[in-house]
């Protein structure tokens, strides 16, 4: 086993070391390229400095050794990607330019725009944590910086308009100060031969390994599904050792979704409000279905974008048939996809759509496409989105905790489906004409 752990394996121990654990075994490349979006902003970030020593190597030992060399060399202003080691621990810095002082200035390239909320950014500042606790027990001052996307840039512009410099030297030399009081036992833990034990944390309701190989395997109605359980909770239940919402004792006291979750279970029996088919039935005719697939875009692709936009990539409409709708064109053009989507529905009284990833598209696009402001408008009225219904009034135990359309349609029975427009329409027949058990 490689005994030279990547940063954001270190990082993911911090949740959960048997997840470390096991990503560590089969993702052991500490310089893996990093996801395609940073990949790309970090090129456009590492251009602007054309006089620096590039460490383009992929082999760590050769990656180290050229480092050092880079770190020691008086001329070497800025080294691109250089890598350090701690212990067992290996850390790559996008960008380190040489202070006055004598120190570094780490900067680190983050896929995220300049106004993210306070979380996003303590989160993007944990791999700035991990270095700055390397470079400091190499002895080196360091400051730390995050390189973001200014929301103010435009397609166009120059790169040297596109980020935005945010200082996080405090944050990220607090952050790796605790990191260094646990880093020497986690690191133990990760290259162990035997894996840590398995424990219930909030992490394991999104971890690749649960239902997979860990805690929620083989087990009917796996207990970290249910959504927004402290740690507290999952704590007491691993010590009582339940893996299964079945076997929640009584006496813990939950939300009054969460019960109805849990009494679905234990009943073997969906929950339905007796007047949610009315509801639905009374949505007005004729409908349409809507649906729209779109994609986080960093860099603007259109005049008008600002970055990290989503842009539409497809709808689907049902209307008697499903019709499909995609880009006329490979730079992403929306207008004349809208157009026809405006079209599709336009003898609609009702277009029922599923979650709320649509009428915040429609906002952006009539911000976006003027012309389009009217018609837009008139299409926002029409819409209803029945998963807001379906979270008031309906409860299946088999949506394991989530209302994602996928979900809700496989619970129902509704073979896998495309265009998602059409398994919109089939959960709204199947609420429609529901015959099972009621709320009573
Ligand atoms: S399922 Fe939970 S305990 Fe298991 S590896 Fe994932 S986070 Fe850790």
């Known amino acids: 086993m490689d005994a030279r752990v990547g940063s954001a394996t270190f990082l993911l121990a911090r949740v959960c070391t048997l997840r470390a654990w096991w990503h560590h075994r089969e993702d052991p490349q500490p310089l893996a390229p990093d996801h395609e979006q ?7 970030a590492l251009a602007q400095f054309p006089d620096s020593t590039m460490i383009d190597s992929t082999n760590v030992e050769t990656a180290l050794k050229e480092s050092r060399s880079a770190l020691s060399d008086p001329n070497a202003k800025t080294i691109l990607n250089a890598v350090v080691k701690w212990r067992a621990l290996i850390a790559r810095i996008d960008i380190l330019v040489a202070q006055p002082d004598g120190g570094f200035q780490q900067i680190l390239v983050g896929a995220a725009k300049d106004t993210v909320p306070k979380k996003r950014l303590r989160d993007l500042t944990h791999p700035l944590a991990v270095s700055a606790m390397v470079l400091s027990d190499l002895g080196l001052r360091v400051h730390s910086s995050l390189f973001l996307v200014s929301h103010r840039y435009r397609k166009g512009m120059d790169d040297d308009q596109l980020f935005t410099d945010i200082d996080r030297t405090q944050p990220a030399m607090t952050l790796g100060q605790q990191l260094h009081t646990s880093a020497n036992s986690l690191i133990d833990e990760i290259v162990s031969e035997s894996p840590p034990t398995a424990r219930l944390v909030p992490g394991c309701r999104d971890c690749p390994y649960y239902v997979e190989r860990c805690l929620g395997k083989g087990v009917a109605y796996p207990v970290a599904y249910l959504p927004y359980v402290g740690a507290d909770k999952l704590m007491a239940l691993d010590q009582a050792g339940v893996r299964d919402v079945a076997d929640i004792p009584e006496e813990l006291e939950w939300s009054d979704a969460q ?5 679905a279970v234990k009943k073997a029996q969906p929950w339905m409000d007796e007047g949610l088919p009315a509801q639905v039935r009374a949505l007005k005719e004729p ?14 692709v259109e005049d008008d974008a600002r970055p990290f936009e989503s842009h539409v990539k497809s709808a689907s409409v049902q209307w008697n048939t499903a019709t499909e709708i995609s880009h006329a064109d490979e730079d992403r053009r929306e207008h004349d996809l809208i157009v026809k989507v405006v079209q599709a529905t336009a003898a609609a009284a009702t277009v029922v759509v599923y979650g709320d ?13 003027e012309d389009l402001a009217s018609p837009l408008e008139a299409l926002t009225e029409k819409i209803v989105d029945l998963r807001e219904l379906v979270v008031a009034g309906f409860y299946h135990q088999d949506f394991h905790g989530s209302y994602s359309l996928h979900r809700v349609a496989e619970a129902l029975g509704i073979p896998d489906q495309a265009p998602p427009a059409t398994a919109i329409a089939s959960v709204l027949e199947a609420i429609e004409g529901w015959g099972g058990p009621t709320d009573e």
């Open 38 to 44: 940073r990949e790309q902003l970090a090129a456009r």
């Open 259 to 263: 019960d109805v979750m849990i009494q």
């Open 287 to 300: 409908r349409a279905c809507l649906d729209m697939e779109t994609e986080l875009v960093a860099m603007p």
């Open 357 to 369: 990833a649509v009428p915040r598209a429609l906002r952006r696009l009539s911000r976006r496409h």
